[in-house]
Nanobody, 123 residues
Framework: QVQLVESGGGLVQDGDSLRLSCAASRLTFSLYAMGWFRQAPGKEREFVTAIDRDYTTYYADSVRGRFTISRDNTENTVYLQLNSLKSEDTAVYYC?????????????????WGQGTQVTVSS
């Protein structure tokens, strides 16, 4: 079955950087748009960023200019570079794969999800 495995989370301080990875297996990676969502304690899961099959990228306003999504189809991996981290970025970060993307902003557009990786930013 399809697997998405996130890694790279951790505990950092305000202003620090992290790089998250999401390795996909048992799917034809190049056919899927990939997204990152996050969920903070007591809040709903929210869109962070996505990259389509043609490498078009989308960002939430709250992260634009600080986060960068990229993909490597030869490695079946999507990356999320998080710079200038703030305490409000603290959340579990999930990657997801969509075979029939529309806006890529909504959870229901995604077919597969990873288990998440914790990012904690201390001020």
């Amino acid at each position: 079955q399809v697997q998405l495995v996130e890694s790279g989370g951790g505990l950092v301080q305000d202003g620090d950087s992290l790089r998250l990875s999401c390795a996909a297996s048992r799917l034809t990676f190049s056919l899927y748009a990939m997204g990152w969502f996050r969920q903070a304690p007591g809040k709903e899961r929210e869109f962070v960023t996505a990259i389509d099959r043609d490498y078009t990228t989308y960002y939430a306003d709250s992260v634009r200019g600080r986060f960068t999504i990229s993909r490597d189809n030869t490695e079946n991996t999507v990356y999320l570079q998080l710079n200038s981290l703030k305490s409000e970025d603290t959340a579990v970060y999930y990657c997801a794969a969509s075979i029939r993307p529309r806006t890529l902003l909504n959870l229901y557009e995604y077919d597969y999800w990873g288990q998440g990786t914790q990012v904690t930013v201390s001020s």
